[in-house]
Antibody
C-alpha cells in the first residue's frame, strides 16, 4: 500500500524549533519529488516547500524562506522539515505529499498525501 | 509568483445538479492546473491533473478543462458524497477553495 506517515508535530513556544518527519512506503521513494503543504485551522492549503528526487533542487514559500529547511534521506525513504524561529502564524496541520510523476519540483500534481501532523506555536 | 483566483468561495446545489468552479491564474500556466477534493478532517485527494486528466479511480462525473490562464472544474451530477471543499493548484500555489454544500 502506498503510504505517507508524518510525525514530529506538537506544541512549541514562539522562537523555538521543531523537526517534522514523513515516512514513505509502497513506492520507489527516490523516483519522485516530495513536498510539504500546510493548512492553518479553518483555512486553505498553502505549499511550504518542495525537494527534487536527489535534493538537487529545493524551493520554499516566501513565508518560510530562511527559517525552514527541507531534506530527504532516500536510503530511509524519509522526508524532513526542520522548522526554526517558529511563529504563531506557522500553526497548522502539516502534510507531506508525493509528486505524481516527476522527480523534479516543477509543474506536477500531488497524488499521495499523509494524514498530517499538527504544529501549534503558542506561549 | 503565480496567483490562483478561485470562484465561487462557496456554493449550494441540489443532488443531481451540475456544479462548476472556475480558477484563474495570474499568468499563463499552460495545462499545469490540478484539482483536489478535501472532506472535513481528511487529507486532500487529487481528482484532476494537467487541467483535464482524470486521476485513476475518480468517478467520471468529475471533469476539468482549460488552458493558459482560465480553467473550469465540473461535477456533472452532484452526489451527497461530493460535499467537500475543492481546490485548484498550480504546483506551489493553491486557490482559496470552494466549499460545496447540498441545498
Amino acid at each position: 500500500e502506498v503510504q505517507l506517515v508524518e510525525s514530529g508535530g506538537g506544541l512549541v513556544q514562539p522562537g523555538r524549533s521543531l523537526r517534522l518527519s514523513c515516512a514513505a512506503s509502497g513506492f520507489t521513494f527516490d523516483d519522485y519529488a516530495m513536498q510539504w503543504v500546510r493548512q492553518a485551522p479553518g483555512k486553505g492549503l498553502e505549499w511550504v516547500s518542495g525537494i527534487s528526487w536527489n535534493s538537487g533542487s529545493i524551493g520554499y514559500a516566501d513565508s518560510v524562506k530562511g527559517r525552514f529547511t527541507i531534506s530527504r534521506d532516500n536510503a530511509k525513504n524519509s522526508l524532513y522539515l526542520q522548522m526554526n524561529s517558529l511563529r504563531a502564524e506557522d500553526t497548522a496541520l502539516y502534510y507531506c505529499a508525493k509528486a505524481r510523476s516527476r522527480p523534479v519540483i516543477v509543474d506536477d500534481a500531488f497524488d499521495i498525501w499523509g494524514q498530517g501532523t499538527m504544529v501549534t506555536v503558542s506561549s | 509568483d503565480i496567483q490562483m483566483t478561485q470562484s465561487p468561495s462557496s456554493l449550494s446545489a441540489s443532488v443531481g445538479d451540475r456544479v462548476t468552479i472556475t480558477c484563474q491564474a495570474s499568468q499563463d500556466i499552460s495545462k499545469y492546473l490540478n484539482w483536489y477534493q478535501q472532506k472535513p478532517g481528511k487529507a486532500p485527494k487529487l481528482l484532476i491533473y494537467d487541467a483535464s486528466k482524470l486521476e485513476t479511480g475518480v468517478p467520471s462525473r468529475f471533469s476539468g478543462s482549460g488552458s493558459g490562464t482560465d480553467f473550469t472544474f465540473s461535477i456533472s451530477s452532484l452526489q451527497p458524497e461530493d460535499i467537500a471543499t475543492y481546490y485548484c493548484q498550480q504546483y506551489d500555489s493553491f486557490g482559496g477553495g470552494t466549499k460545496v454544500e447540498i441545498k
